[in-house]
């Protein structure tokens, strides 16, 4: 087997994989980015929603071209019909996700990263218990080769191995996976560009459905469900109930269907060589799913970590995990208390769904900076199940004292 | 020489709905559905059938048939 070597492999090439790639690379690490699919970004699967121009611009420059529309407000549909409405200017954006990511990986090759379309790793190499690089395969010839390397990333994503590989994860409960399907759907009124989210069982059970603006008139329409609460149906079921309900005149362009994670942060991100990091390492929101300036957040914190392990030539577990830390206790933390929201709204009763969101409504100061306040979100739905208060409070302690421990 | 995995019927693939999307990936506890490139890859002698690759199929392109 032919045998390469590289400071740096990354799987993926998604914004977690690329952010790493340009951090290790630009800083002078010899560094290789492996994507199994043939173009990355494509085909897309996401409903390409990211948060205000300052967060995502510490990052790239979100020029006119990624920029599909901006996001003016938000609309909110409760399970009983009851709609509230909110004008927020440029709360946030709705990109092309497929030239965000490509974006990104052009700025990793640009900081001297390699980065490969078309090979995927099949298998981590270790030595003694250290993860050294990884099995690659060139997909169009079917060669396996090795690649050795001081630090491997996971940055593999949703479906992603590698993390078990590594010992960080296992598969996720049904549960814990959000199942979606999404239109692109033209000849839809969308002129005031807010998003709006629909919530109730009998549009997207423990989820909910959303329409986010793409353009004037064409809309990134989906569902998102829990897949054990949706009495046997598929997420392809609801969202064909939903379009006929919002836009059944709309023309269909492009079907995406897909899973998002909506779990736990992992107790540790790292192993002795190894470092996961994105949705593969649960880092997207669990309430709302989205996950792409979490997974920049993450990238960047693992690279500062990545960085001095290489510096120091030490890549332990225990030199990395300076990650785990400075991860837990930023969004790890915030992600925690959106992770129990979730787990409360999701699962009330419509009715009492209804009752929660007016409740949300009255409340002050819920949104500030263009985001909502995680610990005032879960305060309020916490009335709606009181009853769960020390369980919660327990759950979220024991969760970032233990992300912190390891 | 026999395939359990094929003899047994443990999981159909409806390939014209399934658009890789890797959701039974993630969810299947042993890696027995795999995203290769743009290919999904059954291994069946690793499919311990419990069926939560199925549940999560936004499509219904799996299906569990016992």
């Known amino acids: 087997m032919e045998s390469e070597k590289f400071d740096v492999v990354i799987i993926g090439g998604g914004p977690a994989g690329a952010r790493t790639a340009w951090r290790t690379a630009s800083r002078g690490y010899s560094t290789l980015l492996l994507e199994k699919r043939p173009r990355v970004g494509f085909p897309v699967r996401c409903a390409e929603a990211v948060g205000p121009r300052e967060d995502v611009e ?41 030239l965000f990511d490509r974006r990104l990986a052009e700025i990793a090759a640009g900081g001297g990263a390699v980065v490969r379309t078309g090979h995927q790793a099949m298998g981590l190499l270790r030595e003694n218990s250290r993860i050294r690089g990884v099995v690659a395969k060139d997909l169009s010839s079917g060669a396996l080769y090795q690649v050795r390397s001081r630090v491997t990333v996971g940055a593999d994503g949703v479906e992603s191995i590698s993390p078990r590989w590594a ?60 897949p054990l609460r949706s009495g046997g149906l598929r997420a392809t079921d609801y969202l064909e109930r939903f379009i006929a309900a919002r836009c059944a005149e709309g023309r269909r362009h492009r079907l995406v269907v897909g899973a998002t994670a909506v779990a736990r942060g992992l107790p540790s991100l790292v192993a002795d060589g190894y470092v996961a990091v994105g949705e593969a390492a649960n880092q997207n929101n669990p309430f709302s799913g989205g996950g792409i300036i979490n997974a920049l957040e993450g990238a960047d914190l693992a690279a500062d970590a990545i960085l001095e392990a290489l510096e120091s030539n030490d890549q332990s577990a225990n030199r990395l995990k300076t990650y785990n830390k400075n991860w837990w206790n930023s969004v790890g933390r915030t992600n925690e208390i959106f992770y129990q929201a979730a787990r409360i709204l999701y699962r009330l009763p419509d ?56 | 020489m026999t395939d359990i995995g094929k003899e047994k019927k443990i999981i159909d693939i409806d390939r014209r709905l399934c658009i890789v999307c890797g959701a039974c990936s993630a969810a299947c506890p042993n890696e027995a559905l795999i995203i290769e490139g743009m290919n999904l890859e059954f291994i069946p002698e690793r499919c311990r059938p419990c069926g939560q690759a199925a549940i999560v199929c936004p499509t219904g392109a799996l299906t569990c048939p016992r």
């Open chain 1, 167 to 226: 010992g960080l994860k296992t598969g996720y409960r049904p549960e814990e996976l959000m199942s979606c399907a999404q239109e692109l759907i033209s000849g839809i009124d969308v002129s005031l560009r807010y998003i709006e989210f629909h919530l109730g069982t009998r549009c997207a059970p423990g989820g909910y459905a959303w329409v986010f603006p793409k353009g004037k008139n064409s809309a990134n329409v989906g569902v998102g469900i829990n």
């Open chain 1, 58 to 98: 510490r990052y790239l420059s979100l020029d006119e071209s990624l920029i599909s529309s901006p996001v003016n407000g938000v609309v909110l549909v409760s399970p009983g019909g009851i709609r509230y409405e909110a004008e927020m200017p440029e709360i946030g954006f709705i990109v092309d996700r497929e």
């Open chain 1, 351 to 406: 009715g009492e769904m209804d009752r929660a969101l007016a409740r949300l409504k009255r409340e002050k100061n819920l949104i500030s900076n263009k985001a909502i306040k995680p610990w005032k979100l879960l305060k309020v739905l916490l009335l709606s199940r009181p009853a769960l208060v020390f369980q919660v409070a327990g759950s979220i302690g024991k969760g970032i004292l233990f992300g912190n421990r390891s």
